[in-house]
């Protein structure tokens, strides 16, 4: 399972929105947020509009226009996110609506079914804020950075990025 380039991408612009209006209440642009979070500005002016259609951006218009939260960072989780635009995370076919025909016989098909009520609780606890708060904690304490896995993968990153396999 993976989670999509759109829900990802979505959640770090909707992540960077949040902290900037935690400095101000101006409106802020897709673009200067794409730029940040170097997201393609076409793709997230979509990404954007399904935010917006699914009650959690405000948009305003004119030079100084751009995008504002509907509702406080606090009460937008990251299911609400994911639900806007249309990126329900799904545990196998077994999962969905259609189900499976093999559902009654299958001995993991309760296996998922508690791995996605675990990571649906989560997602639904989480809010924005608390992706902000995650956000800022990571850049006051840069210095004293030392989380193993993200330094791996960060390694990896780099490697592949001299290899151009990204």
């Given amino acids: 399972m993976r989670l999509s380039t759109a829900a990802r991408y979505s959640l770090r612009a909707m992540s960077d929105l949040c902290?900037?209006?935690?400095?101000?209440?101006n409106p802020v642009s897709v673009s200067d947020i794409a730029e940040r979070q170097n997201i393609p500005v076409n793709y997230l002016e979509q990404l954007f509009g399904k935010l917006k259609r699914g009650g959690l951006l405000e948009s305003v218009r004119g030079a100084?226009?751009?995008?504002?939260?509907?509702?406080?960072?606090?009460?937008?989780?990251?299911?609400?996110?994911?639900?806007?635009?249309?990126?329900?995370?799904?545990?196998?076919?077994?999962q969905t609506d259609k189900g499976c025909e093999n559902a009654v016989t299958c001995p993991t098909f309760n296996l998922w079914r508690?791995?996605?009520?675990?990571v649906d609780e989560i997602l639904e606890a989480t809010t924005l804020k608390d992706l902000s708060v995650e956000k800022n904690s990571l850049l006051e304490n840069l210095e004293n950075f030392t989380d193993p896995e993200r330094e791996k993968i960060k390694n990896l990153a780099l490697k592949n990025l001299r290899e151009d396999k990204i």
Avoid: M
Wanted: charged share 25%; aromatic share 10%.
């Fill in 19 to 25: 902290i900037y209006l935690e400095r101000t209440e």
């Fill in 64 to 94: 100084q226009g751009g995008y504002l939260l509907a509702r406080p960072a606090e009460k937008i989780s990251v299911a609400d996110i994911l639900n806007a635009l249309g990126e329900p995370f799904i545990f196998g076919s077994c």
């Fill in 114 to 118: 508690r791995v996605k009520g675990s």
